[in-house]
Every structure is written in C-alpha cells, then in structure tokens.
C-alpha cells in the first residue's frame, strides 16, 4: 500500500544530473611500520588488518609471542609503549570524485591518534568509543595515501596527572577514554590495545545526505501504534527532495516531497501500524520487528537510503518508595518482568577478533540458560551494532552502562565535552534497539568513593573537587544527553545504588554483593541478604580442561603450573575457592579433580543465590551474576570460560532460570517448597515430594494439586525436617510437578555417603551427532561427561537417578570413530563409561 504523504515546496536544486551517495570501505589491507617521534620516520613497513590492533597484526606476523599462552602477557607490553604508523593507499573513480561532497568516517580510533590525507593533517582523535568524521572535500584526489600516527598512552595520562594536586583514584587509567579492562582486572590482562579498532569509510555525496534515522514510539494502542520518523538531513543548498519511507513488514509506504534548507535539519514523520504486535523478551513472547526502508530520491534515482528496525514495546524502571524502602524493577511493555541473566564483559580482549558467530554463540548460549537479560558493564565498551541487532532478534534486554568503572574522573572542560560527544555518539548509535532497556551511568564509582578509602589523605577542597566532577558526569551530563536523545529509556546513576557496607543496599536500588567471595561470608549469607534486584554477585572457579591445556601448552592438568601466575589475576583467588571447598565439598588430590570440583562449588554457591533471590520476588526482581563469559582463558567468575565451554553453573543456570523453578528453603528445622512461576499462566499440578534412599527406594511419599498464580513466587508445601530415623548423609529429596523435578539434599555435598558403582551407556548416530543414554544402580552425582572431541552436550553436571536413563545429545562434526567419553565424578572417584 502507498500513501501520498506531503508537499511542502517545490525549489530545483542547481547542479547536474544527480548521483546517489557512495561508500566507500577502507578496511582490509593495511601497512604497519614503528615509528620515531624524534626522527619523525617510520621504520619498515608490515602487513596489517583493519580493523585490528598493532598487537593482533605484530602476532600475526610472529613478532611477538602469544599473550594468551603461559606467561606471555608480561612479554608483550613494550608494544604499547610505542609510537606506530598505519598507511593505506586508495584510489577513487572519477566519478566518485566529481561528488561535491567527501566524508572520512573513523568508527573506532584507539585511542591518541593523528591523522594525515595526502600529507595534510585532518584530525587529532583522543577517544576510543567516538566515531570521528572528517570532511576531507578538497583534499581527496584519484590516487591517496591515508595515514594514522598512534602515541602511546602514557605521555598523555602523565602529563594529564601532573596538572592535578591530587591523585584520582586508578589513576593514571582514569585520563584515556579507551576500554579500562585493557589496564588490567582481576580476571583480564594488562593489554592496552593501539590500532585502528574499528571500520574506517570514504562517503562522497551531493547536495544532500542523509545523516540519521531515528524512528521513535510514541504511543501503542491495541489497534493503532503511532511512530514518529526523525529524519536528519544535511543539504549543501535549499532545495527539493522526494522521501520514501517503507514498513516492509506490512507492506506501507509513504512518500511526498520535502522543501529542506542549506546545512543540517531534522524532519519530523509521523507514521502509524494498524494492529501492531509488540516486541517481547524471548522467554514471555515473540521479538517482533517490523522494518523499515528510508530513501532519499530526486527522480527516479535513489541518493542516500538507510534501513531501521522498530520493536514496538515500552520499558521502564519503577522505582517507588515502599514499607521496605525502594522499590527495583523492569516493566515491559506495562508488566512487571522478573530479570534473569549476567553481566557481559568484551568477548576478547583484542576486540576486533570478536566475530559475528563469536556473539551469536554467546547469546545463543544466554538464550539457553533461559536469561532473558544482560548488563553490558562499564568497564568494557559500547558493542557493535551487530550485538543489539541480535539482542533485538533474540528478544533479550540490555541493561547499558556507559563506559566508566571503579575509579574516579577528572572534570575540566576538555574532558567533559569529550565525554559529552562519547555518550551522543552511542545514545544516538544504539537508541533506535528496543533490546536497551536502561542507561546507567558507571560501575561502582560511587560506591568505591564512599567505601573504598578514595577519600584519605585529600583534603576537603580535594574531595569536594572530584565528586563535584563526579556529579557533574553522572547526574549532570550523562542524564541530560538520556533524556533529550532517548527519553523513553531511564537513567540510573550508578550500579549499586549504595555498597554492601550500607545498610540500605539490602532495600533500596540494585546491589552488588560482594560480602560472599570478598568477605568470605558462606554462600548461605545469599538466603539471608536478599536485595530488591542483584546486579552483580560471583564466584569463581577454574575453566574447562580445554581452557588450561591451552594456556599452560601441556596435556595434563596441572593447577600448580607457572602459567597461572597470569592466568588468575585475584591475589586470594585460589585460596578463596580452597576454603569454600573444604566447607561444603570433598578436596580431591588430583589437578583434573580439583578444576571439576571448583566448577561445582562456583555453581552451588551461584545457583543458592538465584533459587535465593527468585523465591523472593516481587521484593526482589532480577538476579544477573557476574559473570557471563571470559576475554581470555583464565581462572575467573564467569559461567562460559575463554574458548567458549560452558562450566558447571551455566548447566545450572539453564535450570534455575527455567520459567517455572522449584525451589526448597531450609531454615532451622523446617523446609518450605516454593513454586515460582514467571509465565503470564496460572499453573495447577499435582506435586509428589518423595524422601529417597541412594538406591532409589522410596522411604516416605507425599502428593496434593497445587496452584501457582502467574508471576509469583509461592510457597506449596511446608514441613519439619525427616524426622529421626531417616539419615540425610544417605537419602535425599525428589520433588516433581508435572515435567519439573527438583532434587534437594539435606546434608552438605562432603557428607554424603555416596556408594561407587560403574555408570552403563549407549551410543548412537544422529543427524548432528550422538545421542548417550546413561543409567546406573544407585545414585551419581554431578556427574560430568568429558568428550574426546569438541562439541556441544545438551546437559552436563547432572545427578544421574538410580534405575532411571538420562539422554543426552552431543552435537559434534566428528565421526564416530573419532569419539570417546568418559566420565568424572570426584565424590567417589573416577571411572569410564562402561
């Protein structure tokens, strides 16, 4: 269908015939030479990639060793104490060069770039998440040579502290808008990245271009949803154009005529969808995109056009003062929405190496543990669009955090404008996802202000400085630039509203709590703790086998290998996860033993925690543990480790964040079973509470219909604790209702008296791979499966029932040939499949 839409003038524009806009990618191939400051000359000349980095190009042309192996990290970091030079020669068509207009386009500069065209300076960049666009109309010719001069970090941040009478706490990071990962953490390496990171484009256009579209909601009825297209414009002279704007989804155009002025301008299209579907999380709905075409025509000739996606929904947090304190949730959409996932950090810590079926994966993998949210945290970086555009597909929510963590900031004007164009450049880049659900202002900057020691040894000028700098970027600038390019999305100004030594982060705002790992607190403080919504808990655990044969470049599994003296950035790391172990778990003696059993603790104490906080809702609403995936292999807090396989607690995950959970509560002497029920259906089913022996008899039997209204939490069925005559080290609890089942045990996994018996399997052939159909005589517990091969189990860590088959899929290109398992269970030892 085509609706005529407007005629606001009719004015030629001089010149000739029009040509449509041409864009023109520069990445690929690149040179890479060292470069003298002094002498100002570049050494010899090599091959390198853009996007990329001088450490991914110097490794690919083994020039250096591999950071990611043994101790190598520490070898590598004279690169970035040097100067290095990227040159490029292009060419361009004659009639490509006849356009009136050329635009340079820097997606990514990292970070203190300058840069040259055909010899003549054209920009100074000192951002790493700004995109940089340089008119270059009368310097471009046939034949160009395009140059990038990147300085070190160092200089700049010395001579930036140096103007203070005060050091900022982590400084000297503090001072470069790059990724502060890249400094360092206490699960990532110090690599500070220099290159050109991300894509660089010659645009040439003329008279008019289209600049930005952005198609907002207005308001969504049942039967209309009304839309507004702010269409920005930037013409050379006053004159005429045709718009076209198509919903391809539902087949409507609109087009008319537009009289635009010289320079930039914004029109305003207001567009409606006649019974709009709305966009969903994945878990509640379907995400539903409708899509959109914009061109910009004059005749039949198509000048400049772009594309857009629209999810019809609303989102908003609540936060309303309570009998409690303050309230912390997500409404989509006008409901209340139980937030379940983790905290996302870069995928590698060269970034450019992240590819698109690298975040396909990873989201595929949130979407298989049933999250149906991630907080993209402030330490790392603004993702590529590629990253929303699948948040969008997926129907999974972005909790967005501008890019500032854990230190404190300057405040001089320089900084302030550059920190002003940063968050414009991504609010405007990422506003149009309906995947963002909030911006917020910074990680934990507040909180180590008031919590950390930040404040001794300043004075009171000192400290009254820097948190007026602080106010002045998170509750001054960043919620204007929100508010007057998103303002449907909230701001929040820092995660956690208060830290864990106030006695309000238990009431108010979101929490991280860190008294478990940190403070040593046991897991059970989880239970006892419960803020109104968790946005940062953790622990940690080894990786995969995969993971440590990689770093460590030897086959066996040896945890006392000098490779981990990089390979786990915690001080108290191992001795943390030793203590937690020996207060709940067997200590085995073997390497490969330990790393499974420190996977099994991690997602003992992560999962008591989710059961914990989703048992408690509505008073709390969202549960994202940190964290969900590595940027190298490492010992670390996430779920997914470094080359990609998932750990103990993302199997777990995947159960606890299921839709409906049971879950058990054991307090004192009593038990209290809770159904929570996150769907928008009332449930009604039959529960069969069974006390079970380890040979799978049944001691006692209980069963009655039980009703879960949706979106609640509800408890089902209270009790004592088995009475005397029933021994907890030998039995345990099997619940069930309808599909669901849930095993609890009442005694610690060290204590149970778990009987060793061989574990039976067959093998066959699917059309992806194999199918496992397991079984034993009495009970196993976590029982891990260990392929010869890669690929992809559907479950793992899982208690195997007495007499009863578990199947499992493996999904793997191997042929069966080449495919062995075994199994290991370091309760009672290890043994293979039989």
Not at 261 to 274: H, R, S
Not at 578 to 590: A, H, I, L, S
Request: charged letters at 25%; proline letters at 5%; hydrophobic letters at 35%.
């Amino acid at each position: 269908m085509r609706i005529g839409l407007f005629i606001l003038g009719i004015v030629c524009f001089i010149g000739c015939s029009p040509s449509p806009t041409y864009n023109q990618s520069l990445n690929g191939a690149w040179e890479v030479a060292e470069y003298d400051p002094t002498s100002e000359t570049a050494g010899n000349w090599m091959p390198a990639k853009v996007p990329g980095t001088i450490q991914t190009d110097l490794l690919a042309l083994e020039e250096i060793l591999d950071p990611f192996l043994l101790n190598n990290e520490d070898s590598i970091q004279w690169v970035s104490d040097r100067y290095w030079m990227y040159k490029k020669q292009f060419s361009i068509s004659k009639t490509q060069k006849k356009h009136s207009k050329h635009l340079l386009f820097f997606d990514g500069l990292d970070t203190y770039a300058t840069v040259f065209l055909n010899d003549s300076l054209i920009l100074k960049a000192d951002n790493a998440f700004r995109k940089w666009e340089v008119d270059v109309s009368g310097l471009v010719q046939e034949e160009n040579e395009l140059k990038v001069l990147l300085a070190p970090v160092g200089p700049t941040e010395i001579q930036k502290a140096e103007e203070l009478d005060y050091e900022l706490p982590e400084a000297p990071r503090v001072f470069t808008r790059k990724p502060q990962f890249q400094y360092g953490w206490d699960w990532g390496p110090t690599i500070k990245t220099m290159g050109i990171w991300r894509g660089v484009t010659l645009q040439s256009y003329t008279d008019v271009n289209l600049q930005d579209v952005y198609i907002q909601t207005e308001e969504i009825g049942e039967d209309r949803a009304l839309l507004k297209a702010k269409i920005k414009i930037v013409a050379d002279q006053e004159g005429p154009i045709n718009i076209v704007i198509k919903n391809t989804t539902t087949g409507v155009s609109i087009e008319g005529t537009l009289t635009v002025k010289e320079g930039t301008q914004e029109i305003e299209i207001p567009l409606t969808i006649e019974q709009p579907k709305l966009w969903w999380t994945h878990n509640l709905g379907e995400p539903f995109l409708y899509s959109y075409e914009i061109e910009l025509k004059k005749g039949s000739t198509t000048l400049a056009s772009k594309k857009r996606r629209v999810g019809l929904r609303t989102i908003e947090l609540i936060t309303d003062t309570d009998e409690k304190g303050e309230s912390f949730y997500f409404e989509l959409n006008g409901v209340p929405v139980y937030m379940k996932g983790a905290n996302y950090i870069p995928q590698n810590i060269f970034l450019p190496e992240v590819t698109l079926a690298d975040r396909e994966q990873l989201l595929d993998d949130a979407i298989a543990a049933h999250m149906n949210m991630l907080r993209v945290w402030g330490g790392g970086v603004y993702e590529d669009d590629t990253f929303y555009d699948l948040c969008d597909e997926k129907g999974i929510l972005l909790w967005q955090d501008f890019m500032f963590a854990c230190a404190m900031y300057p405040g001089d004007e320089a900084f302030l404008n550059n920190v002003k164009q940063e968050a414009i450049d991504n609010v405007t880049r990422l506003r149009h996802h309906p995947s963002i659900a909030l911006w917020c202002g910074n990680n934990e900057n507040s909180e180590g202000w008031h919590r950390w020691g930040w404040q001794a040894g300043k004075t009171e000028e000192q400290k009254a400085e820097i948190w007026g700098n602080y106010q002045k970027v998170f509750n001054e600038l960043l919620p204007q630039v929100v508010d007057s390019l998103n303002p449907s999305i909230s701001y929040w100004e820092s995660s956690p509203k208060y830290g864990r030594g106030d006695k309000r982060y238990q009431f108010e705002g979101d929490a991280h709590d860190w008294w478990v790992w940190h403070d040593g607190y046991p897991f059970e403080h989880f239970e006892e703790e419960v803020p109104r919504f968790m946005s940062e808990f953790g622990f940690q655990s080894f990786p995969s086998y995969e993971a440590i044969q990689e770093f460590t470049q030897q086959d066996s599994i040896d945890i006392a290998h000098p490779s981990f003296a990089t390979h786990q950035k915690h001080s108290r790391g191992f001795q943390l996860i030793r203590e937690y172990m020996e207060r709940d778990f067997p200590v085995p003696e073997k390497g490969e033993d330990y790393v499974y059993m420190s996977q099994l603790v991690q997602a003992h104490g992560m999962t008591k925690g989710i059961e914990a906080h989703r048992r408690a809702r509505p008073y709390n609403m969202g549960t994202l543990y940190w964290q969900l995936n590595d940027c190298w292999p490492v010992v670390s807090w996430s779920s997914i480790d470094g080359l990609g396989n998932w750990k103990a607690l993302h199997f777990k995950a995947a159960k606890v964040f299921e839709e409906v959970l049971i879950s058990v509560a054991k307090k004192e002497d009593s038990l209290n079973v809770y159904v929570v029920n996150d769907t928008f259906d009332a449930l009604e089913e039959t529960l069969t509470i069974e006390t079970m022996d380890f040979e799978g008899n049944a001691i006692n039997t209980f069963s009655k219909i039980i009703q879960a209204n949706p979106q609640t939490s509800t408890v089902v069925y209270s009790s004592p604790i088995p009475a005397d005559g029933v021994d907890t080290k030998k039995t345990y609890l099997r619940i069930q209702l309808g599909d669901k089942q849930k095993l609890f045990y009442l005694a610690k996994p060290k204590e149970l008296q778990l009987p060793e018996q061989v574990i039976e399997y067959s093998i066959s052939e699917t059309e992806y791979g194999f199918e496992l159909i397991l079984s034993s005589p009495t009970l196993q517990k976590e029982v891990f499966i260990i392929p010869s091969v890669p690929g992809k189990l559907s479950d793992n860590f899982f208690d195997l029932l007495p007499r009863e088959e578990k199947t499992i899929q493996f999904t793997t290109d191997a042929n069966k040939m080449e495919v062995e398992f075994k199994t290991l269970n370091a309760f009672v030892g290890k043994s293979p499949i039989k």
